[in-house]
T-cell receptor, first 115, second 113 residues
Framework: GAVVSQHPSRVICKSGTSVKIECRSL??????MFWYRQFPKQSLMLMAT?????????EQGVEKDKFLINHASLTLSTLTVTSAHPEDSSFYIC???????????FGPGTRLTVL | SQQGEEDPQALSIQEGENATMNCSYK?????LQWYRQNSGRGLVHLIL?????REKHSGRLRVTLDTSKKSSSLLITASRAADTASYFC?????????????FGGGTRVLVKP
């Protein structure tokens, strides 16, 4: 149980294009989903917290107009990187949680490369 | 922002040896969690220890928590080559709404066969 999937697992795009990443909780309903970014050999940095049916809460320094988050249902959240640039190349990981203070279940990550 | 510092940043051991890594944090916490990440993959939850607990075991894993020192340790006993991964501690702050995690820098563990 508690499986989270991400799609795609890997994407390469040209500078200036937009990329959408999906995060799904497959066998449970996630009240909250989180989006992280991880640069090589570094830790995870939280980008935003997403609750179903409400606007995402972005961490300081994360541009909400650049990283659009939609949490349309209790099993799906999407992250859209708009007008991607090479510096946006990173490993994007989502996680889902069922409740307060509990563990998070992580997706396998999406490797984004912007040329 | 990262709250935790992990020590060491990297660890190389022989199969069968024990691996110990430490995590320090700055604010009062509700709980502390340890995760494992294999290269290029997502994170796997290992263990959660609450602020009123001092020690917890799960298989070959032993976690301690010292809230007075704001530190935690993860011990992997009788390590195996499959334990090669990065290990992260993450805290849920006492005052936080929900369960937002703040990650430490991680320890990269290499277990040589």
């Amino acid at each position: 149980g508690a499986v989270v999937s991400q799609h795609p697992s890997r994407v390469i795009c040209k500078s200036g294009t937009s990329v959408k990443i999906e995060c799904r909780s497959l066998d449970f309903q996630a009240t909250t989903m989180f989006w992280y970014r991880q640069f090589p050999k570094q830790s995870l940095m939280l980008m935003a917290t997403s609750n179903e049916g409400s606007k995402a809460t972005y961490e300081q320094g994360v541009e909400k107009d650049k990283f659009l988050i939609n949490h349309a249902s209790l099993t799906l959240s999407t992250l859209t990187v708009t007008s991607a640039h090479p510096e946006d190349s990173s490993f994007y990981i989502c996680s889902a949680s069922t409740g307060n203070k509990n563990e998070q279940f992580f997706g396998p990550g999406t490797r984004l490369t912007v040329l | 922002s990262q709250q935790g510092e992990e020590d060491p940043q990297a660890l190389s051991i022989q199969e069968g040896e024990n691996a110990t890594m430490n995590c320090s944090y700055k604010t009062s916490i509700n709980n502390l969690q340890w995760y494992r990440q294999n290269s290029g993959r997502g994170l796997v939850h290992l263990i959660l220890i609450r602020s009123n607990e001092r020690e917890k075991h799960s298989g070959r894993l032993r976690v301690t928590l010292d809230t007075s020192k704001k530190s935690s340790s993860l011990l992997i006993t009788a390590s195996r080559a499959a334990d090669t991964a990065s290990y992260f501690c993450a805290t849920v702050a006492f005052w936080a709404a929900g369960n937002k995690l703040t990650f430490g820098g991680g320890t990269r563990v290499l277990v040589k066969p």
